[in-house]
């Protein structure tokens, strides 16, 4: 049996069903909980003194800031073939960033693109 999203193996008895789709745990996860970047209790906590000392961002996170950080403004899907993740996977790792308040996303035309903030 195949994941319906990702395509992965799934052994017999360890898949789930979401809105008439069979998936993996973790695409049944990201279904039940899909990352959000526009939370302000989010941002709150990411910005309050007592959680923001001692934050660092992940190898991938730096690498999507400063990808950022170089080109201005980058496409969503080029940012996430860049840095070889899923578009999923790419806003996962930007919510991150968004709610620390390091980027942000800019819509233009019907292309969102990744800024700093």
């Not at 906590?45 to 950080?69: C, M």
Request: hydrophobic share 35%; glycine share 8%.
């Amino acid at each position: 049996m195949e994941c319906s999203r990702c395509g992965t193996r799934i052994e017999e008895g360890e898949s789930r069903e979401f809105a008439g789709q069979i998936l993996c745990e973790d695409c049944y996860m990201e279904a039940l909980n899909p990352p959000q970047a526009c939370d302000p209790w989010a941002v709150h906590l990411a910005k309050s003194d007592k959680l923001r000392t001692g934050v660092q961002l992940t190898p991938l996170q730096q690498e999507l800031y400063d990808l950022v950080k170089k080109r201005g403004t980058i496409p969503i899907p080029e940012a996430a073939e860049k840095l070889g993740l899923s578009e999923e996977g790419l806003r996962r790792e930007f919510a991150t960033l968004r709610h620390l308040e390091l980027l942000r996303g800019q819509k233009q035309g019907q292309q969102v693109l990744l800024t700093l903030f």
